[in-house]
């Protein structure tokens, strides 16, 4: 009935026994990178895990705050269709939710005819890994996830740790003492994502109070890396409310702190496991630098896939080490595209421009399609930076988020990177959100408007 997918193949394989609760949770990913489903009895597993479950196909599709989204008319238009939500092949997560924890099961939607239903991100992903496939190339993939650890009430104030440790008043980039502090909430995600088969390497304190960043190790799998990212996000959430605290991954949760990323890292291995970058010289072979080019030639109009919300254009501001220009260097982490140094055999590119509050299949199905594109076309780049980039005669990333909207939705070669499906729904999520935005006014605008005119 379904179509082909390689993760369908993968289920019986991974079909382990019941969880150990008398729950377990069935969701699929929306748009946002929010995890929307059902808490069933764990009798039903067997049967979820054979035939799915039924959910508006509008489900997969709401806004931020978890509204049907009125452009992609799937509600009052055409009666609210089901989609059908079938497991990925993934056995089910225990994710550390307080409380009773019931286990994940992670499905991905499809159409009542058995067509993949593109606004869902990971169909997205699956297609352009697909193309990769066709000619016998595989992503090799890892992400770098920053957060925050907040107070959980009141304004955003760094977390405070057992009585002893080191303060959260000041930045401690890549402190010990301050990895120390947080031992006990880092030891526990660190657990939960071992269980969960997610393969967490470094932990570093960053630039700003209370900032962290996890690493997750590279795979020659993008779709479970999507999958671990998206899990693990969930992850450090949970446990840090078991914790008394909250984990943001906001893309600029205060003013003063340094921003939060997700910086993607990836070669690509031909099939004989052959990394296609390296060319046993500090240069990288032609491969990378076309890759390089697809990315630089598509990133303006790829921007809202990035930063898609408000608050990630605060992030991508001169004056930090996020991009704001459509350049690349060896080295140069002030670059959007960064070549970063070590063995050729090991050469790689360095995405920087996604936000931490970005969809993690959507990131890596823009980054992926673009740098296929790049290579395919024997796209040239122009020269590296090994300036700041921020200063460089060269094009600017979409300024604000309604001009990367605009790009994105206008954009031909997007409809035929990405999908036309899944570009008409995710440029309608953000119309409606911005639309939202919008019409609220702010307190600040109340304080400078009010009296003074």
Not at 111 to 121: H, M
Not at 128 to 134: D, K, Q, T
Not at 206 to 212: A, M, N, V
Not at 292 to 309: D, K, S
């Amino acid at each position: 009935m379904f179509a082909d997918d390689p993760d369908r193949a993968t289920s019986a394989a991974c079909a382990d026994e019941a969880p150990e609760s008398r729950y377990f949770s069935a969701a699929v990913c929306d748009l946002n990178g929010v995890l929307r489903g059902k808490r069933m009895p764990s009798s039903k597993l067997a049967q979820v895990r054979k035939a799915g479950i039924r959910m508006p196909m509008s489900s997969i599709g709401v806004d931020i705050w978890g509204v049907d989204v009125a452009g992609t008319k799937l509600t009052m238009e055409s009666g609210d269709l089901d989609g059908i939500c079938l497991p990925t092949g993934r056995a089910p997560v225990s994710l550390g939710w307080a409380g009773c924890d019931a286990p994940l099961l992670p499905l991905m939607m499809w159409k009542e005819d058995g067509t993949p239903y593109f606004a869902d991100a990971r169909h997205l992903l699956s297609a352009v890994l697909a193309r990769f496939a066709a000619k016998g190339l595989r992503p090799v993939v890892a992400t770098e996830l920053e957060f925050y650890l907040l107070e959980a009430e009141g304004t955003p104030a760094p977390a405070g740790f057992r009585p002893g440790t080191i303060s959260g008043d000041f930045d401690n980039i890549y402190s010990l003492d301050e990895l120390d502090a947080a031992s006990a909430f880092l030891d526990d995600v660190y657990r939960t994502a071992e269980a969960c088969g997610i393969e967490v390497e470094a932990a570093i304190a960053e630039g700003s109070p209370r900032q962290f960043e996890f690493n997750l190790l590279h795979r020659p799998d993008a779709l479970k890396i999507a999958d671990d990212t998206v899990f693990f996000k969930q992850i450090v959430k949970n446990i840090a409310r078991r914790h008394g605290h909250v984990a943001s991954f906001m893309a600029k949760p205060c003013r003063e702190w340094a921003g939060s990323g997700m910086h993607v890292h990836f070669s690509i291995v031909d099939d004989k496991g052959a990394n296609i970058f390296n060319d046993d010289t500090n240069r990288g072979a032609d491969a990378m630098r076309h890759a390089v080019g697809g990315l630089l030639a598509t990133m303006t109009e790829m921007t809202l896939a990035f930063a898609p919300h408000l608050n990630s254009y605060r992030r991508l501001c001169p004056g930090g080490l996020a991009p704001t220009t459509v350049a690349w260097g060896y080295e140069n982490r002030t670059s959007a595209v960064r070549i970063p140094a070590g063995d050729p055999v090991a050469r790689r590119i360095e995405h920087r421009v996604a936000g931490a509050d970005a969809n993690p299949y959507i990131v890596l199905a823009a980054i992926l399609s673009a740098a296929l594109y790049g290579i395919e076309g024997r796209i040239e780049p122009p020269e590296p930076l090994r300036n700041n980039s921020h200063d460089a005669d060269c094009e600017s990333l979409a300024r604000d988020w309604r001009q990367a909207l605009g790009c994105f939705s206008a954009s031909e070669r997007v409809q035929a990177l990405l999908h036309p499906e899944f570009v008409n729904a995710f440029a309608a999520c953000k119309r409606q959100e911005q639309d939202e935005f919008g019409a609220r006014i702010s307190e600040f605008e109340l304080a400078t408007y009010r009296l003074s005119v």
